[in-house]
């Protein structure tokens, strides 16, 4: 690794393989093919390395179709919150509940979040889209106060392209005014991940977002390379 100020920096290569005259004597499409192959390994967490296939060709294809209907999903209504609960082992009480997306397709099937997320932080889309979460969130809360079915909490997952957007305290305040809702009711979730690769930064924005009311929840602590010591020095409520 490499240590910058107090972080420690590891860095990894993927490599995109192309052969000529295998898979074509030009050399702009070899290049775009390497870069497609290279793409692949960056897709895949367990290589480094990748050879081109044709079938590559249909994957970007696909990719490409999804970022245009991904476009008009929102303005269209085609998501819905699905509300996984936090139960108490002990009482079996529902303690909270994660808010988690899903996405209606047109051609009838429910695509859910690893198909879709990734290609809406490429595209940008991640932000309108988180947004969206949190005011559907909101909305849904508070229609379960109205018909009597209490305070549950409902817990958040905040996104890296959404935590470090400019406007990310600006908007939670617009969206929680107007929806009348109490960030006391409310958490937001980051993974350890993102929550260590600007320690001092996201320990600003976690301390904003606590000092509103919100509780703040670290997600897949234990799969990165952060130490508890470190992690005492974020403004964290709960590990998962």
Known sequence: PYYIDDSEIHIGTSIGIAHC??????MD?????????MYAAKADPTRHYQFYTAEMHNTLSARKALEGELRHALANEEFELY????????????????ALIRWNHPQGRLVLPMEFIPVSE??????????WIIRQA?????????????????????????FHSKNLLRSIDKIFEQAGADPCQFEFEITETLAMRKPAEAARILDQLRSRGFTISIDDFGTGYSSLERLKQLPVDNIK
Do not use: M
Not at 21 to 26: I, Q
Not at 83 to 98: G, L
């Open 21 to 26: 005259p295998k898979d074509t004597e030009d």
């Open 29 to 37: 499409t070899l290049l775009r093919y390497a870069d497609l192959a």
């Open 83 to 98: 509300y996984q609960p936090r139960v108490d082992p002990f009482n079996h009480e529902i303690k909270a509940f994660e």
């Open 122 to 131: 490429r595209t940008g889309d991640i932000i309108h889209l988180g947004e």
């Open 138 to 162: 909101c909305l849904d809360h508070k229609r379960w106060q109205e018909t009597g079915l209490g305070t549950v909490r409902i817990s958040i997952n905040l996104s890296e392209h959404q």
